[in-house]
């Protein structure tokens, strides 16, 4: 329903599309500067906008938040969070350097190992998901693609 | 901007959600009831909407478009068709019995096999490309993971 005027607008689901950015042994995180979870840590990652495909936006949000050179990979995550009305994707990028200039919407972007991941300060369920899945195909040898759903 | 008062709605893509069901060497497609391109042949695909999951809108669909009894399977198709601010999605799904009840959105559902396809009249691309990737995937013994840009 419009807030101004009360009409009512069919509202579908949204895309948020990120990156799990890679360089070696370690991701990139962003640390949140925006409410909701200000100063908690996130994958690069915000909502698809018209006019670009689901790579596309996930590299646009890795540019706007942390300022990284990537080079995209493969679909590795696709999340369906029923109760916001959200599907979430995150892709495989690969650093090409560790130039990082992040954005206005993070307040600073850091390289983690596995064993210094800030896990009880990570800002979505996706995130720590994601993160997991990363770790595990990492061990395995093998980076495949992963679908769940969280409600 | 609401057609109402004129406010201004950040507007998104959208995704549409279906599936290819596959019953032996046949799929089955629909003869659209409604526009845009009625009368023409498509997957059962629809609106994802707010409450399901990705997969369960697919199946959703393939209901009520064709009152299909399926089994989903894996993720067949990812197609983002810039232009129109759409995702489109496919789901492998097994029919489990021939007993179709066409939804008021269908004119009729039929199988076909791949030398059955009516081609030149198939309601979407995303749709030819699909069934294409469908039947190439078949003649090679193993179903991928495809993923697509129509501009």
């Given at each position: 329903m419009c807030s101004s005027c009360e009409h009512v607008h069919y509202v579908n689901p949204l895309n948020v599309v990120g990156t799990v950015p890679f360089w070696q042994d370690q991701v990139l995180l962003c640390r949140r500067?925006?409410?909701?979870?200000?100063g908690m840590w996130t994958l690069p990652a915000g909502f698809m906008e018209l006019g670009e495909t689901v790579a596309e936006g996930a590299a646009r949000e890795t540019v706007e938040e942390a300022g990284a050179h990537i080079e995209m990979s493969d679909l590795f995550t696709l999340i369906n969070v029923v109760q916001v009305g959200q599907v979430h994707f995150f892709y495989l990028a690969r650093l090409l350097d560790l130039e990082l200039a992040p954005g206005p919407e993070t307040i600073e972007a850091q390289l983690f190992r596995e064993e210094e991941i800030p896990w009880d300060e990570l800002a979505f369920r996706t995130v720590r998901l994601t993160l997991e899945h990363y770790f595990a195909d990492r061990r395995g040898g093998r980076f495949g693609f992963h679908c769940a759903d969280l409600r």
């Open positions: 500067n925006i409410e909701p979870r200000k």
